[in-house]
């Protein structure tokens, strides 16, 4: 396989601050003879271990790229102890357009991985983290939030792994981070995600869902700053003693708490997130918009526990996410 074709204008063995971009060479009828610049900052302070923080895996999510941009500035190399590798908006050119996908190709990062050298921008990006900077990393933190169609209750999640010391150290770091619900996950798919990337290569990794709608909160920023320091605490990058709350665990194994749309129309939700919902509850109903006049459909729980996630926007169609409730474990 060929050298990924990205230059970064960093120097990932230097001490000190390093603010500078990874080039992506792009030719398109907007430039010619461009490059995608994705923002980088590169902190380090002798040896110690190397933690690698994103954002914007998928670019309408935004608790990871605000309260990354802000550490970029004010996290200095004196406080740590290693390498803190910060890439606030992964997949920029999705970023930059406030969509979950590329602008360029159409990509969605995390259904790339491993990524290609000789792909398209994204898979691009995905080559350059699968073999330069996961390489580089101990523990990998990767902010995502619901983006512009769905929106969830605050969570950090690890994933049952096949190699359970490594499930522990992801477990132990996802604690850390100390969201208001953790979460264990399966992925049903997991072959082209990033987390999959991280954690074939060993890693600890950290997962998140910390709201949605295609904004952020003030709690939901807060709640990413907290976790993200608190991540580079435990991982002995920054000095200091993890700031640790209560974290509701909760888990999403049985296949009914996941809920799809069979039907077109205007989505009325009869519960808020958060809830504590029974097997049998309506969750939400849907009015037919063709006409007036008609009993909305009725969209019931399958399953006890609490409202996890949801369809964001209103209007909602046979296929879409409609809500997800997990199961609170003890
Ligand atoms: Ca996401």
Wanted: glycine share 10%; with cysteine; charged share 20%.
């Amino acid at each position: 396989m060929r050298d990924n074709p990205i230059h970064p204008t960093v120097d990932f063995e230097r001490d000190g601050v390093q603010h500078g971009f990874l080039k992506v060479p792009y030719s398109g009828d907007d430039s010619g003879w461009g490059a995608v610049m994705v923002p980088i900052t590169v902190i380090k302070n002798g040896d110690g271990p190397t933690a690698l923080l994103t954002g914007a895996n998928h670019g309408d999510e935004y608790e990871g790229p605000i309260a990354l941009w802000g550490m970029t500035h004010s996290l200095s190399a004196d406080v740590i102890s290693g390498r803190v590798i910060m890439v606030p908006a992964m997949n920029y050119p999705a970023f930059t357009a406030g969509k979950r996908t590329s602008w360029i190709d159409g990509g969605n990062m995390n259904r790339v991985f491993p990524g290609d050298p000789d792909g398209t921008i994204t898979q691009i990006i995905a080559d350059f983290f699968s073999r330069t900077l996961l390489p580089m990393a101990d523990v990998v933190v990767d902010i995502h939030s619901g983006g512009k169609t769905m929106e969830f209750l605050p969570f950090g999640a690890a994933h049952i792994l096949d190699d359970k010391s490594q499930q522990a150290r992801c477990v132990s770091a996802v604690e850390a981070f100390n969201a208001p619900y953790t979460l264990m996950l399966l992925e049903p798919d997991a072959v082209h995600l990033y987390d999959t990337a991280a954690e074939n290569q060993g890693k600890v990794f950290v997962s998140t869902e910390l709201g949605g709608g295609g904004s952020a909160s003030a709690t939901s920023v807060h709640i990413a700053r907290r976790g993200i320091s608190n991540v580079l605490k435990h991982a002995g990058i920054l000095a200091g003693d993890v700031e640790r709350g209560a974290s509701v665990n909760l888990d999403t194994m049985n296949p009914e708490c996941f809920i799809t749309s069979e039907h077109r129309g205007l989505i009325e939700m009869r519960h808020d997130l958060g809830a504590k919902i029974n097997a049998g509850d309506i969750l939400a109903v849907i009015h037919d918009t063709d006409r007036t006049g008609t009993a909305p459909v009725e969209c019931r729980s399958k399953v006890d526990g609490i409202f996890m996630g949801r369809h964001f926007p209103c209007l909602i169609r046979p296929g879409d996410f409609l809500a997800v409730i997990a199961t609170i474990v003890d």
